[in-house]
């Protein structure tokens, strides 16, 4: 099983969204509140309750999803995978993880202590959303194009292009992809896998498009971030 930490909610408000204004204003008196939102309850879902908790910009997470349908969470996570903002939910993104692992080739029975799909479930996932799957694995590879691009050395567009496509769309992939970085087993295991076709994603790898953030500051949060990307490229150009 993958050494998933289980969050800490000993200061956490139980609310619905759109959450009262008394329970923001703990959070603003008190930055370790974090908030456990009830999904099913909320007036918000999909998009809305997404935008909703991007915007609020506090720390917050879902409650346990188990009282939700297959098909009301096949469609957060949809909206989430999709969604051109950054949404930090802790469920969906182990959930957006487990997807794009399984679609790698990894088995995830027993990796997840309590994961959001079964396999089979995920795999109707994929299969219904094969084209986005497959765009968030494509962009998932090509970050080992900006692990180069981050050495000083290396950073010259005509040797990071060379031989492979410019992408100079922003909404490609959902913008809450960049949030799997912050998960230690996603970096260091999805990197082992052999890499897929590659291509140099210009607004992702140039421009302060994550809530005014660039990629770099994400990646910048692991230690040793270029090594697993390093490594998986040159063993896939051997």
Known sequence: MLNISLPDTSNSIFSTAPLDLDNIKKYFVDKTVNFQLDYLNS????????????????????????????????????AYMNISSVVSLRTLNLAASSIVMRRKGYNLKDMYPDPYFTEEEADLFINDHIEMVDQWIKFLDSCTIYAQKCIPELDHEEFLTMGIPIINNKNYVGHSIIQLFSLDFFF???????????????????????????????????????????????????
């Open 43 to 78: 007036k918000l879902h999909t998009d809305k309750f997404l935008i909703y908790v991007s915007n609020l910009g506090i720390p917050a997470d879902l409650t346990s999803t188990k009282n939700l349908s297959f098909y009301q969470k096949f469609s957060l996570l949809e």
């Open 188 to 238: 260091h295991n999805y990197y082992t896998k052999p890499l897929g076709e590659l291509a140099y994603f210009r607004p992702q790898f140039e421009d302060y498009m994550f809530q005014g953030k660039n990629l770099f500051s994400y990646f910048a949060t692991k230690h040793n971030f270029l090594l697993p990307m390093l490594r998986t490229l040159g063993s896939s150009s051997a």
